[in-house]
């Protein structure tokens, strides 16, 4: 069975920083690709970051670039996303997913974390 589970959301005053983690259970790092999205009340799901499993190749969104980055352990089968220089605008319920290769469409991840909520707030 698959699992994907969120950790490290909270809240954070402007400019600060957060790292969340995803831990993964069920699958392989170097066969699956992990991305972030984020949910925002009122606004569509998107896409943030993902790192391919089988290259580690990493795509960022614009809205992230240069602010967040991702990372991989995976013996641990951890995938890390760290944000810097938050904004309220960053403010959203952030999910790991799973896919076969990197991706900005939903449908094709295969699975998906319960999400962990980011607010950005002084």
């Known amino acids: 069975q698959v699992q994907l589970v969120e950790s490290g959301g909270g809240l954070v005053q402007p400019g600060g920083s957060l790292r969340l983690s995803c831990a993964a259970s069920g699958i392989r790092l170097d066969n699956y690709a992990i991305g972030w999205f984020r949910q925002a009340p009122g606004k569509e799901r998107e896409g943030v970051l993902c790192i391919n499993g089988i290259n580690d190749n990493r795509f960022y969104s614009d809205s992230v670039r240069g602010r967040f980055t991702i990372s991989k352990d995976n013996a641990k089968r951890m995938v890390y996303l760290q944000m810097s220089s938050l904004k309220p605008e960053d403010t959203a319920v952030y999910y790991c997913?799973?896919?076969?290769?990197?991706?900005?469409?939903?449908?094709?991840?295969?699975?998906w974390g319960q999400g962990t909520q980011v607010t950005v707030s002084s």
């Open positions: 997913a799973a896919v076969i290769r990197c991706s900005w469409r939903e449908d094709d991840y295969d699975y």
